[in-house]
């Protein structure tokens, strides 16, 4: 990497994945979790980030509920919650009526330790019938406080 170095850094590839480095300056290359793209990272990548950023978000204005749920689920299984919320949200904004962005929202909640939150919201998904909601419904249950 030539002598120039990086603290933490998001790369974005062309297909609007996102990935956080945490010291780019090791590394030439990483494999693009959403599409299995190989992104060089470099002084010209890190330059376009914030580019990509804005194309990124674009990009995802034109997704299709389906594409935007499975960009959310592999943004879960890559344990990026927040990122995969962000998604849930706006697939709630176009179709409110949708269980398995309200269970995958709820599951974010439920990771990142907002448990009122995600009782809510695996609350609806069960309401709508979601299969996983109750399950998981059934532990949040337990780890949110009773108000007095």
Do not use: W
């Not at 956080?20 to 793209?37: F, S, Y």
């Not at 509920?65 to 890559?78: C, D, S, T, Y």
């Not at 949200?89 to 439920?110: M, Q, T």
């Amino acid at each position: 990497m030539n002598g120039f170095s990086f603290g933490e850094v998001v790369i974005t590839c062309e297909c609007g994945g996102r990935t956080t480095v945490a010291n780019p300056a090791k590394l030439d290359a990483i494999t693009c979790g959403a599409c299995g793209r190989k992104v060089a990272i470099g002084r010209r990548t890190m330059e376009e980030t914030e580019s990509r950023e804005v194309e990124s978000s674009q990009a995802s204005q034109t997704m299709t509920i389906p594409e935007k749920v499975a960009v959310a689920v592999q943004l879960v299984r890559e344990e990026k919650y927040e990122e995969a919320a962000r998604i849930y949200e706006s697939v709630l904004k176009e179709r409110l009526d949708h269980r398995d962005a309200f269970y995958g929202l709820g599951f974010c909640h439920y990771k990142r330790q907002n448990y009122k939150e995600s009782l809510r919201l695996l609350n609806m998904a069960a309401q709508m019938g979601h299969s996983g909601a109750e399950r998981l419904l059934n532990k949040v249950r337990g780890l949110v406080p009773t108000e007095i």
